[in-house]
């Protein structure tokens, strides 16, 4: 088990599986700003005990992760929708970002059933809401990040625009995995941008300053009981690099080697943002990293496409975590390898499995209707060659499909 209050900044493979802890600081010494509320229970409480049952959320392979980790951890599961807990009265009710019911509707049947609702129904609400999360960040909290605005109208946004400047970032107010993403170069670009993020809905656009980042970073923060004090703490997992492109994920890798300010600084944000989300589970903290300076981007309060190299990484990885973090269990974050993960659309025939799968620590997984090229190396940037390589043997035998 990793402890709170340490850190380590692994550069090379570790020796051995039990090479101590990643990366914890506790809650409470971040000064975050509790002002979403999951519980009126204090931290140190026992929590009641709750039936061994967990129903997952949504029909995704990511919610098919979540529900074989509480399987593990001993739980009946049901997957699916929010209605199901009416027939099946489970004691925890875990969403996965891709159900179908409302928060809403969450909450009403979490209270006739008796459910905990994981991650908190507050941090779901709260995290959905692209600027709610960077009002909080910048003007509760004091987190650095980029200039942003609202647009409710195509005319909003294109005044918006013109004060934030190009290039410049529009998103959805509302969204996942790069739906709702426009860069926009100019006035031309103004329509499609503004048609992507609104769609349709009223929902309107976020206008965002682009800079020239190093890269885009991602911790993922767990939030638990530390069994030494009995108090709410935050665990980090190492930092972990990814690239986009058009909005989507591409390639993610771990550990990103940050500079040692900018690591001070992303954890001291991580900490700060999750601090306030008053919620047991695992976070996916998203930010931007230019040399030492770290702004802020954005929070999802569950597993995330980022944290699929942990498959290959961690000795826990993310699914596995945010079963024990949202049952108030010990932590244990640790590195035993680094690795790197590449996102593509479709499955490879039998022929290019079989051709990837022979280079060097190179395992593929099935996602839905994606795969998954993981590797591990002595480092990052290793692993990520060897995911280049097995990459492009799938394509000398299957063609280049798109990479999503």
Not at 100 to 112: A, K
Not at 254 to 266: C, F, G, R, T, V
Not at 337 to 345: D, I, M, N
Request: hydrophobic letters at 40%; a negative charge.
């Amino acid at each position: 088990m990793t402890v709170p209050h340490s850190a380590e900044h692994p550069s090379e493979r570790p020796a051995g599986p039990n090479t101590g802890p990643n990366a914890e600081h506790s809650a409470d010494d971040t000064g975050a700003i509790p002002t979403v509320n999951d519980t009126a229970r204090a931290p140190s409480e026992e929590p009641p005990e709750m039936p061994r049952r967990a129903l997952i959320l949504g029909e995704s392979a990511m919610a098919l992760d979540l529900e074989q980790a509480y399987k593990r951890m001993g739980f009946d599961t049901r997957i699916g929708a929010a209605s199901i807990a009416e027939v099946f009265y489970p004691g925890i009710i875990v969403t996965s970002g891709d159900a179908e019911d409302t928060i809403e509707t969450v909450q009403e049947i979490s209270e006739r059933v008796g459910a905990v609702v994981a991650p908190s129904v507050d941090a779901c609400r709260h995290t959905a809401d692209r600027m709610a999360v960077r009002k909080q960040a910048s003007e509760e909290l004091g987190l650095p990040t980029l200039d942003y605005e609202f647009a409710a109208t195509p005319q909003e946004m294109h005044d918006a625009v013109e004060r934030i400047g190009y290039p410049c970032v529009v998103k959805a107010p509302t969204s996942k995995d790069g739906e709702g993403f426009s860069f926009v170069h100019s006035d031309a670009d103004l329509a499609d941008a503004w048609r992507a993020a609104d769609r349709g809905l009223g929902q309107g656009a976020v206008v965002e300053r682009y800079i020239d980042f190093d890269f885009e970073a991602t911790i993922l923060a767990a939030r638990s009981i530390d069994p030494s004090t009995g108090e709410l703490a935050t665990w980090f997992c190492e930092p972990i690099g990814t690239r986009h492109r058009d909005g989507k994920l591409v390639e993610s890798w771990q550990p990103a080697p940050l500079p040692e300010a900018a690591m001070d600084n992303a954890r001291s944000i991580a900490a700060r943002i999750v601090g306030a989300m008053a919620s047991c589970g695992i976070f996916s903290v998203e930010m931007f990293v230019s040399g030492d300076d770290v702004y802020f981007s954005q929070v999802t309060p569950r597993p995330s496409r980022d944290g699929l190299v942990t498959f290959v990484t961690q000795r826990i990885n993310q699914f596995d975590l945010q079963a024990r973090a949202t049952q108030r269990l010990p932590i244990d974050s640790t590195l035993i390898s680094p690795g790197a993960v590449r996102f593509l659309e479709g499955h490879p025939s039998q022929a290019a499995l079989a051709a990837a799968m022979a280079v060097e620590e190179v395992t593929v997984r099935m996602l839905g209707d994606g795969t998954l090229v993981l590797a591990t190396a002595d480092s990052a940037a290793e692993a990520r060659q060897r995911t280049d390589e097995a990459v492009r043997e799938i394509h000398k035998i299957d063609g280049k499909p798109g990479e999503n």
